[in-house]
């Protein structure tokens, strides 16, 4: 049983890094597989680096295709994936207010997208989201202490 609901990936839109993103034997697909191990059926895709391509339209509907594609191929439904074009740099659709950067873009931001999917659970699996927090580790290590053990490792 997944303890949180939403993931939310982040993918370079920058020319030539978001191919490898398909490419890659450990890059989207892995982080897609994760996901859905752990349970997750929602996801939000952030193509961030939308500046260095200069905020096109055209590449951003591609990259929307891929990545829907993509996310179907590893069992979500298209309803609970989200693509939201972003620049870190600018702050570009992260939080309450869209970005004049992306007038063409007519869909939430980030904060609002993760608010929506919040609503969509039960008020038990809501109040159980909100307080667990997942992440993926690997070389763990642990270490004996007088009253306790302490593990160690490397988030991934």
Not at 4 to 30: M, T
Not at 42 to 69: C, P
Request: glycine content about 6%.
């Amino acid at each position: 049983m997944a303890l949180g609901d939403l993931a939310v990936v982040c993918v370079s839109g920058e020319r030539g890094v978001f191919d490898l993103a398909f490419n890659l034997k450990y890059s989207l697909k892995e982080e897609l597989g994760l996901a859905k191990s752990q349970g997750l059926n929602s996801i939000i895709f952030i193509t961030t680096f939308m500046d260095k391509i200069g905020f096109q339209e055209d590449k951003f509907v591609s990259m929307v295709d891929m990545l829907t594609k993509k996310a179907q191929a590893f069992g979500f439904k298209n309803e609970l994936v989200q693509v939201i074009p972003a620049s870190l740099f600018d702050g570009c659709n992260l939080l309450e207010q869209r970005s004049t950067l992306t007038p063409w873009y007519n869909g939430p931001t980030l904060f609002e997208a993760a608010k929506s999917f919040q609503t969509k659970l039960t008020a038990m699996r809501a109040k159980q989201a909100a307080m667990t927090f997942k992440f993926a580790c690997s070389k763990i290590f642990s270490e004996r202490v007088a009253t306790h053990k302490r593990l160690f490792g490397r988030v991934v």
